[in-house]
């Protein structure tokens, strides 16, 4: 059975095609980078602009990649939550008319799981694992007992971990998008330069959270307050002490939740997971098994959407054309006891 994937809920436009949810016959993808780069963010007006402009060519060229014709794709899956409304209406109005044309399935994908799918389409990742989202709009902490189960022990209270980044480049000029730029700022730079510390969370939040807010406002605002004595203030330094601040935030949650869980298997997504201190952080934990998918399936990409998009119409779930762009919704959380 041939899925065509369909991702467009923020700034890259993507279509994939996957047989039986596991092998990628092709996987475009069309970053907006250059177009949002004189504003340094993502701009969602000219972000969904764009997605009309280019879903077409995008699904033509998937299929070409492919060697398939429009034919012979079985059912067509699309990413209809969470992400900018705009955006995924473009995405999931192009996979309704395809649907309702071709008369095959249409199959509504959440991105977040879709992301801690990602790996499957390189390798057979064994259920249960801890899954660690971390990208621009989204840093969330799972327990991923099965594609589509999924309990969320916590994630950011406020900004994501990529939009942190992000900001903190942009403030202060080291290009876009921020976190490759951030990081590679981070490098010639003492992440013992300043000590950033780590924020305190409210009671009501669970142990598994994190809070990027106060941090980033601290490294835009009152940077010298934090800087060790002796130490240089350099734009170097501070990306160093930031980037080592944020990055310990999440091991420290991710080695709590080893702990109560006992599960050590983790799989990491989204576009933060290219981070190396990131890398480097989650290898040194010398946990048995440190999944990433390869870049290309780490960011946005139509090809996970396809995949897990199978998995659910094997599971019988396929929605109707009053199918819905829901732009953020709570995640199911289950805390564990810390
Ligand atoms: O998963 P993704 O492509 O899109 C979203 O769903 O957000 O993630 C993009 C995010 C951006 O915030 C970008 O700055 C960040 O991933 N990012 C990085 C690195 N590469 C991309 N952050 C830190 N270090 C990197 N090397
Ligand atoms: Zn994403």
Redesign the pocket.
């Known amino acids: 059975m041939t899925i065509l994937g369909i991702e467009t ?2 700034d ?1 436009c993507s279509a994939g095609l996957v047989r039986d949810g596991k092998t990628v016959l092709s996987n475009l993808i069309f970053t907006q980078i250059k177009q949002h780069e004189p504003y340094a963010g993502v701009v969602p007006e000219i972000a969904s602009r764009l997605h009309v402009e280019w879903i077409y060519d995008t699904v033509e060229k998937a299929l070409r990649e492919a060697d398939l014709r429009i034919e012979q794709v079985d059912a067509v899956a699309v990413t209809h939550k969470p992400g900018l409304v705009g955006s995924l209406l473009v995405g999931l109005s192009f996979a309704k008319g395809l649907a309702l044309s071709r008369n095959i399935p249409l199959i509504g994908v959440d991105h977040i799981p879709a ?1 801690l799918y990602a790996v499957q389409l390189e390798r057979d990742v064994p259920y249960p694992f801890l899954g660690l989202l971390v ?4 840093t969330v902490l799972c327990v991923v007992r099965d594609f589509d189960q999924m309990e969320v022990l916590g994630g950011t209270v406020d900004d ?1 971990c ?2 942190a ?2 900001k903190v480049a942009k403030f202060y000029e080291m290009g876009y ?4 730029a ?2 590679k700022a981070a490098g010639r730079g003492d992440p013992k330069a300043f000590i950033f510390p780590h924020p305190i969370l409210q009671k009501r939040h669970s142990v598994y959270d994190v809070s990027y807010s106060g941090l980033k406002t601290a490294v835009i605002n009152h940077p010298r307050r934090f800087l060790r004595e002796g130490a240089e203030f350099s734009t170097e330094n501070l990306a160093a002490s930031f980037q080592k601040v944020s990055v310990d935030l999440l091991i420290k949650v991710l080695k709590k939740a080893i702990h109560a869980t006992g599960i050590n298997r983790i799989v990491a997504g ?3 997971v ?3 201190y ?1 890398r480097e952080s989650l290898s040194s934990l010398g946990l048995p098994g440190v999944y990433y998918p390869s870049m290309k399936l ?3 990409n139509g090809a996970m959407i396809a995949g897990i998009g199978y998995r659910y119409f094997k599971k019988g779930k396929i929605d109707s054309f009053s199918l819905k762009a829901v732009s953020r919704e709570p995640l199911f959380r289950k805390n564990l006891s810390s």
Do not use: I, K, M, Y
């Open positions: 809920s923020c890259e992301h990208s621009g709009g989204h994501a990529g939009e980044f992000d998008p921020g976190g490759p951030l990081q989204g576009g933060v290219a981070n190396t990131l780490c960011t946005d």
